[in-house]
């Protein structure tokens, strides 16, 4: 009877203020619909392959709507991104929030999947030196996140790639260090040591700056060290050798292929007569022609490689002659059947 006469006052009242009588129901908001939008959006990223797009897409998506379910996902994204660390942390984070949310079985999954990870985590271990740690207001940062003083001296679990440890410190220089860490199971110790004073942020009693250790600016060379390799005709004694190298290859394939043109010459004679010759000659004419050509070839350029070499090497400037010596110039001409090396340059 009460329920009855509280429906019927509530229809009054609708019915004289002039209000439609509805039923109120929750609707989804705005901030859930987008997460859903987003979470399609990385979905296709990460099928054409896109994971780094498609990762950060389901971490906004979490960001507005966060759920165990949406942890999972994000977890597997940064899995296949190779962000073993991150998969790791987000599946802890899943497992949290479906326990306390009464999913059990997303908890367990998980739990199970974060589990899997394990032996593949890389970790860093950032270690302070003694005499480090001592220093007041003394702050290390990985990557620009602030690293809590209980995780110094663990081995805490990092993504792959490069990371950037900073240490800073009042009235100290800044100490920074770039370690990279590799894919797999492995840990990299990097040691913070003690971070100097920074005089500029201090003066003396009357006022006056205490003065700056400046860097120390590398020595001028000698001038006798002016003449370098190059100078000396060192590297040019080299070309000239390799020159000289080739050269001689190049005469021993000559030779090579001048006996052999011979030797198939003389084979076409014994089955000519006069200047007829039988048409089972025919292959044996087309290989002396190219075995001819190519020791021709290989002759001319092994003569001009030789004797480039040659001038190369004892044209070779002392320190007196350095600027001409680097107007040298060696090209070398190919053309049909002869080969050769064209040189410009004071000598």
Same mark, same amino acid.
């Given at each position: 009877?009460?329920?009855?006469?509280?429906?019927?006052?509530?229809?009054?009242?609708?019915?004289?203020?002039?209000?439609?009588?509805?039923?109120?129901?929750?609707?989804?908001?705005?901030?859930?619909?987008?997460?859903?939008?987003?979470?399609?959006?990385?979905?296709?990223?990460?099928?054409?392959?896109?994971?780094?797009?498609?990762?950060?897409?389901?971490?906004?998506?979490?960001?507005?709507?966060?759920? @165990?379910?949406?942890? *999972?996902?994000? =977890?597997?994204?940064?899995? /296949? +991104?190779?962000?073993? %660390?991150?998969a790791? !942390? #987000?599946?802890?984070?899943?497992?949290?929030?479906?326990?306390?949310?009464?999913?059990?079985?997303?908890?367990?999954?998980?739990?199970?999947?974060?589990?899997?990870?394990?032996?593949?985590?890389?970790?860093?271990?950032?270690?302070?030196?003694?005499?480090?740690?001592?220093?007041?207001?003394?702050?290390?940062?990985?990557?620009g996140?602030?690293?809590?003083?209980?995780?110094?001296?663990?081995?805490?679990?990092?993504? @792959?790639?490069?990371? *950037?440890?900073? =240490?800073?410190?009042?009235? /100290? +220089?800044?100490?920074? %260090?770039?370690?990279? !860490? #590799?894919?797999?199971?492995?840990?990299?110790?990097?040691?913070?040591?003690?971070?100097?004073?920074?005089?500029?942020?201090?003066?003396?009693?009357?006022?006056?700056?205490?003065?700056?250790?400046?860097?120390?600016?590398p020595?001028?060379?000698?001038?006798?060290q002016?003449?370098?390799?190059?100078?000396?005709?060192?590297?040019?004694?080299?070309?000239?050798?390799?020159?000289?190298?080739?050269?001689?290859?190049?005469?021993?394939?000559?030779a *090579?292929?001048?006996?052999?043109?011979?030797?198939?010459?003389?084979?076409?004679?014994?089955?000519?007569? #006069?200047?007829?010759?039988?048409?089972s000659?025919?292959?044996?004419?087309?290989?002396?022609?190219?075995?001819?050509?190519?020791?021709?070839?290989?002759?001319?350029?092994?003569?001009?490689?030789?004797?480039?070499?040659?001038?190369?090497?004892?044209?070779?400037?002392?320190?007196?002659?350095?600027?001409?010596?680097r107007?040298?110039?060696?090209?070398?001409?190919?053309?049909?059947?002869?080969?050769?090396?064209?040189?410009?340059?004071?000598?």
């Open positions: 009877m009460l329920l009855r006469r509280t429906a019927l006052c509530t229809l009054s009242i609708s019915w004289l203020l002039g209000l439609p009588a509805r039923v109120v129901r929750s609707e989804p908001s705005r901030d859930r619909m987008t997460a859903e939008v987003l979470a399609d959006e990385a979905a296709k990223l990460m099928s054409r392959g896109d994971y780094a797009a498609g990762c950060n897409k389901y971490e906004d998506s979490e960001r507005l709507d966060p759920s @165990p379910e949406r942890l *999972v996902t994000l =977890a597997n994204c940064r899995e /296949r +991104q190779g962000k073993t %660390a991150s790791w !942390l #987000a599946l802890g984070e899943a497992s949290e929030m479906a326990e306390r949310r009464g999913y059990s079985r997303v908890a367990e999954e998980a739990r199970r999947n974060k589990k899997r990870l394990d032996p593949h985590l890389g970790r860093l271990n950032i270690v302070v030196a003694d005499d480090a740690a001592g220093i007041a207001g003394l702050e290390i940062s990985r990557d996140s602030v690293v809590a003083r209980a995780a110094w001296g663990l081995g805490i679990p990092v993504d @792959p790639g490069s990371h *950037v440890i900073s =240490a800073t410190a009042p009235g /100290r +220089q800044r100490w920074s %260090a770039e370690v990279g !860490l #590799a894919p797999g199971p492995s840990t990299v110790s990097v040691r913070v040591p003690a971070l100097a004073v920074d005089n500029a942020l201090f003066e003396r009693r009357d006022g006056s700056p205490l003065p700056t250790t400046p860097a120390r600016a020595a001028p060379p000698p001038e006798n002016a003449a370098s390799d190059d100078s000396t005709g060192r590297s040019q004694r080299t070309v000239g050798l390799v020159l000289g190298a080739t050269g001689v290859a190049g005469l021993a394939v000559g *090579v292929f001048a006996v052999a043109a011979r030797s198939t010459h003389d084979e076409i004679q014994e089955q000519c007569v #006069a200047d007829l010759c039988p048409p000659t025919l292959a044996l004419r087309d290989s002396w022609r190219a075995q001819a050509n190519i020791a021709n070839v290989a002759l001319g350029l092994g003569v001009a490689s030789l004797a480039g070499g040659a001038i190369v090497y004892f044209s070779a400037p002392s320190a007196a002659r350095t600027q001409r010596a107007q040298l110039g060696i090209a070398p001409v190919v053309g049909l059947g002869s080969a050769g090396l064209f040189a410009t340059g004071e000598f």
